[in-house]
């Protein structure tokens, strides 16, 4: 028996609805799941899944010498006992992580990089091979229920991270660049981060009576909103906002919420990399009436690659 995990685990959420059927079946802690081998490849293979040594799979195991010896695998080692529900059946003789622990082992990796995978389990959106890079699907956890996990999950290597994390994981994100924008401004000083205030993902501003003649939709969601100073950021990316249709409502959603009182900024993968970034982020703390942090330029670029 082999228990995916990791990048694996969440590329299988990604899919819209997957997490539902997979969620619902019963705990699988208490069966062998950390102790698979090599030939229980060929059950991974019947799901579609092809592992090569350019795009293994993560697999989770419960000892260091129960590691599976193939370049096919990224072994994932955790000796501690695992929180409920950690595990659950995806197919026979193929076990799944569940997003919130996927989440805890993210934390092995560091507290931002927690943060953004604790940011796409409770968004609606999974990371995937396709050419726009992720998928549209509903959420999979909540940070309720990563709380619930990590304050379970005593002993485990990631725990101290992952608690680190939750202060920073915002639900409802829709896309990768969402959550890297807001963790990057959010973020503190010592992670490379300005510690701005956090937003609201995909906050939803509603057509008043009396604005009929400058708002255009009779709604509109922002993707990170901080609605008591009437500040909003869009996260632009050039794949939709750079088609024509795209470009239309981007200038008729910006107009409508700017004659109503917004100021309205715009993210693109470009204005996150460098000094931009810095002077992005003073706009906003200016608008905001927040101080801005100032991390270091190699803290504040090591944090942009450490987010995926």
């Given at each position: 028996m082999i228990t995916l995990t990791g990048d694996t685990a969440l590329q299988i959420y990604a899919q819209?609805?997957?997490?539902?059927?997979?969620?619902?079946?019963?705990?699988?802690?208490?069966?062998?799941?950390?102790?698979?081998r090599a030939k229980d490849l060929q059950d991974i293979e019947e799901l579609g899944i092809t592992p090569s040594p350019d795009h293994p799979v993560d697999v989770l195991v419960d000892h260091r010498d129960h590691r599976i010896q193939s370049s096919r695998v990224v072994n994932h080692v955790c000796q501690?006992?695992?929180?409920?529900?950690?595990?659950?059946?995806l197919a026979p003789g193929v076990l799944i992580t569940t997003p919130e622990f996927c989440f805890l082992e993210?934390?092995?990796?560091?507290?931002?990089?927690?943060?953004?995978?604790?940011?796409e389990c409770c968004g609606a959106y999974g990371r995937d091979d396709s050419p726009r890079g992720?998928?549209?699907?509903?959420?999979?956890?909540?940070?309720?229920?990563?709380?619930?996990?990590?304050?379970?999950?005593?002993g485990h290597r990631g725990r101290r991270n992952a608690l680190a994390a939750l202060r920073l994981v915002l639900e409802n994100s829709r896309s990768p660049l969402e959550t890297k924008t807001a963790l990057a401004?959010?973020?503190?000083?010592?992670?490379?981060?300005?510690?701005?205030?956090?937003?609201i993902c995909n906050y939803e501003i509603v057509r008043e009576p009396?604005?009929?003649?400058?708002?255009?939709?009779?709604?509109?969601?922002?993707?990170?909103?901080?609605?008591?100073?009437?500040v909003a950021v869009e996260c632009d990316s050039y794949m939709y906002h750079a088609s024509r249709d795209g470009l239309d409502d981007d200038s008729m959603k910006r107009n409508s919420l700017t004659a109503v009182g917004w100021k309205c900024y715009t993210a693109t993968t470009a204005q996150l990399k460098g000094d931009?970034?810095?002077?992005?982020?003073?706009?906003?703390?200016?608008?905001?009436?927040?101080?801005?942090?100032?991390?270091?330029?190699?803290?504040?670029?090591?944090l942009m690659e450490l987010l995926p």
């Open positions: 819209n609805g997957v997490a539902e059927e997979i969620l619902d079946s019963p705990s699988c802690n208490g069966l062998d799941w950390g102790r698979g501690s006992a695992l929180p409920p529900h950690a595990v659950v059946r993210a934390a092995k990796r560091g507290i931002a990089f927690a943060a953004a995978i604790g940011m992720f998928s549209d699907r509903a959420a999979i956890t909540s940070l309720a229920r990563l709380s619930d996990t990590v304050t379970m999950a005593r401004l959010i973020s503190p000083k010592a992670l490379g981060g300005y510690g701005l205030p956090s937003p009396g604005q009929y003649n400058v708002f255009q939709s009779p709604r509109y969601f922002i993707d990170l909103c901080w609605p008591d100073s009437m931009r970034l810095d002077v992005f982020a003073q706009q906003l703390a200016n608008a905001l009436g927040a101080a801005a942090e100032q991390p270091h330029p190699c803290a504040r670029d090591r």
